[in-house]
């Protein structure tokens, strides 16, 4: 059975000001200084899906620089744009229905544009052994990320009973995002996982599992079927779309389904969801400074220094985030990267100019 | 009897990085948000001795430099540039010369380009108190700081007995920067004030003086005495100012001279000796922080924020510098503003490139 990456892609990054904006979102960012997350993701897969089996599911208002970004590594064709935002659901549903039209039967890996994964070889070990599960079942797999802290940004997956031959549970319950109280309690049962957004299933699986339980989502996008791969596919697309409910996949389908695997992995997950996530991705000195660019770092400790051309010199600090960017700056202890979103949402509602 | 201002204007200002460079030092940058330093100097003695009365001292490296920021204020020739780097000695000699040469007798009141004055009523009140003294007397005058904390950065002068119907002393002793002990006896004893490197004297006191104490420099700079004011000055001056003694007034004249005054002052004098002190010459918000340019701070306390064009944003930090210039940017917590010299010394010595 042929298998096939389609990578989610259409973020925003307000967390991520200033490297990050509207039009230049987390995953088109080159933040480890190896190459953009969302090329990260596909080549991170290679050895398991070549990079020619990926798709890129983006927004119309992001889908040229994507394009640009993406340079030589897919072919731009497999870049689909979404004409309106909407959640996970409406945008997997598309993507299942392209790969059924163009290939009949397939696995497919969902995954998110803009997460790091330090240990790429147990993450590929674990995708792998979800694609075989896939196959045998008609289940809808998903990864679940074996937590460390008891954190209150993720979701949460608790296991139900072992399927047997495999590392995977029955996935008993879908948690939102917890108090703190709550995450303590799930991290000592040792029974729950973190949601990382990451499925595998066969697309007769997850178009099964859609016309089950988001209905009329399916049966108003099975109208447009027919015209996917033609000439008319985007103008249908725009008419569609903007119909679909916003919904996420969790929530519309995962929760809902009869038959879902969780497959616990550790393979140094994060979601990359505030600046002070560069500091698991940026090479560090010797006393902890994660630092890139043209920076100069001295008796200090545990700062994240993100430097471009400019010169940047940063002394006697410690657990401090310096974002240099050719048009802004960020200055921020690292404690307080949750608080970024504010600022670029202030700077929005006051249409400020940034240089 | 007519008076003049003479500036000294030669230093360099590596404490001042990165705002500050070796060709762009400290007197010519506008700090305050009014006017460069240098020129905030002289206007601010404008009410006693007219700018049209102001003579500067800098040194060739900066002369062009200078002459172009001064626009207006007072006329090019006015700027006199020293061949080579001295201290403060052969630099007022020079002065003095000049000022005979023209004028003969006069006061002449000797300034730093780069203090900061807060109460500038009170600098001139005092001044020209010192002006009066040195008419009816052949002594030197200085200005000394009333100290309000155990300063030792500063050097110190001690006063003697009072001269009747002045407000000032006989200066009993000059001390140099002393250790935290000893300024905490000077400062409890009252009978200190900081030196501030203001001078006030005819131009035969100071001459005398010369004559006396550094009798082998006033030799060799009378040789060119001729030539002040003709075609010949600069190429003679060249050929002597090398050779002058490396010694600063203080040393060299304050400390050896008879009969030295010192005025009390209370003006809210500072020296500007680093980043810091823009606290005192920026606008506050109500959280203490000083900004400056396209800055956005948000839940923070005591911060200087100094920015160009390009928005800085600074959120959740305390007592922490943030200097942004076009080529460099400089993060630096508050009371580590001495440090920074290190800095400006560790980027000449590695040939850094700065953006």
């Known amino acids: 059975m042929r298998a096939f990456t389609v990578v989610m892609a259409g973020g925003g990054g307000s967390r991520f000001w200033p490297l990050s904006r509207q039009e230049y979102p987390k995953?088109?960012?080159?933040?480890?200084?190896?190459?953009?997350?969302?090329?990260?993701?596909?080549?991170r897969m290679e050895p398991v899906i070549s990079r020619t089996n990926a798709y890129i599911v983006t927004n119309a208002a992001q889908e040229k620089l994507t394009k640009k970004l993406l340079a030589a590594r897919i072919p731009k064709r497999h870049v689909l744009a979404e004409p309106a935002r909407r959640n996970t659901a409406p945008c997997i549903l598309y993507a299942?229905?392209?790969?059924?039209?163009?290939?009949?039967?397939?696995?497919?890996?969902?995954?998110?544009?803009?997460?790091?994964?330090?240990?790429?070889e147990a993450y590929r070990a674990c995708i792998k052994e979800a694609m075989g599960i896939a196959k045998k079942t008609d289940g809808?797999?998903?990864?679940?990320i074996r937590p460390d802290c008891p954190a209150t940004g993720y979701g949460y997956i608790a296991c139900g009973e072992k399927l047997p031959k495999t590392e995977a549970y029955r996935a008993a319950a879908f948690r939102e995002k917890p108090d703190r109280e709550t995450a303590k309690g799930y991290l000592s049962s040792g029974?729950?996982?973190w949601n990382a957004g990451i499925f595998v299933w066969k697309i007769s699986s997850i178009l099964a599992a859609y016309q089950a339980h988001l209905p009329a989502m399916y049966e108003e996008m099975m109208k447009l079927y027919d015209d996917i791969g033609t000439k008319y596919e985007t103008q249908r697309l725009e008419s569609v779309y903007p119909l679909l409910e916003n919904i996420s996949v969790d929530y519309g389908i995962m929760e809902k389904a009869e038959e879902v695997y969780v497959l616990p992995c550790d393979c140094g997950w994060n979601d990359v969801g505030s600046?002070?996530?560069?500091?698991?991705?940026?090479?560090?000195?010797?006393?902890?400074?994660?630092?890139?660019?043209?920076?100069?770092?001295q008796d200090s400790k545990g700062c994240i220094v993100s430097a471009g051309k400019r010169l940047v010199a940063v002394t006697g600090c410690e657990d401090l985030m310096v974002i240099d960017t050719e048009d802004a700056l960020l200055v921020c202890p690292k404690d307080r990267a949750q608080d970024v979103r504010k600022i670029a949402e202030r700077l929005e509602t006051e249409q400020r100019s940034e240089g």
């Open 140 to 144: 809808l797999v998903t990864i679940g």
């Open 275 to 297: 600046l002070d996530a560069l500091a698991l991705m940026l090479p560090k000195d010797t006393d902890g400074n994660a630092i890139r660019g043209n920076a100069m770092v």
């Open 191 to 193: 029974n729950y996982l």
């Open 96 to 120: 299942a229905l392209m790969l059924k039209k163009k290939y009949g039967e397939a696995v497919m890996c969902v995954l998110p544009a803009d997460h790091f994964i330090a240990d790429e």
């Open 27 to 43: 995953q088109l960012l080159n933040l480890s200084g190896r190459d953009i997350m969302l090329n990260d993701t596909i080549l």
